[in-house]
Nanobody
């Protein structure tokens, strides 16, 4: 099992910055990729950014050039630095970790942290 705890959300004005953190505990040695998702009211959950165990990253087009995902494997912590925030970035942000055990893929989720961007 893997437990994920997010922190760093809050209220910020448009153009501002926030840094989200996600700390993993439990069977972290077998985690492959990690990522950040978000869900705005009335919308489906969407992928924001993803980082593989080797460091390869990917971003949604809507956040490219503004958000940066990183990972500190020694601390079992993943970060999302969000610059140039826009009101449309307002959502609950969820941390995700994927773990493969005997060829079976498991998904784990954090409880979510609210990010609100005022115009």
């Amino acid at each position: 099992q893997v437990q994920l705890v997010e922190s760093g959300g809050g209220l910020v004005q448009a153009g501002g910055s926030l840094r989200l953190s996600c700390t993993a505990s439990g069977s972290t040695f077998s985690i492959n990729a990690m990522g950040w998702y978000r869900q705005a009211p009335g919308k489906q959950r969407e992928l924001v950014a993803r980082i593989a165990s080797g460091g390869t990253t990917g971003y949604a087009d809507s956040v490219k050039g503004r958000f940066t995902i990183s990972r500190d494997n020694a601390k079992n912590t993943m970060y999302l630095l969000m610059n140039g925030l826009k009101p449309e970035d307002t959502a609950v942000y969820y941390c995700n970790a994927q773990r493969t055990v005997v060829y079976v893929l498991y998904d784990y989720w954090g409880q979510g942290t609210q990010v609100t961007v005022s115009s």
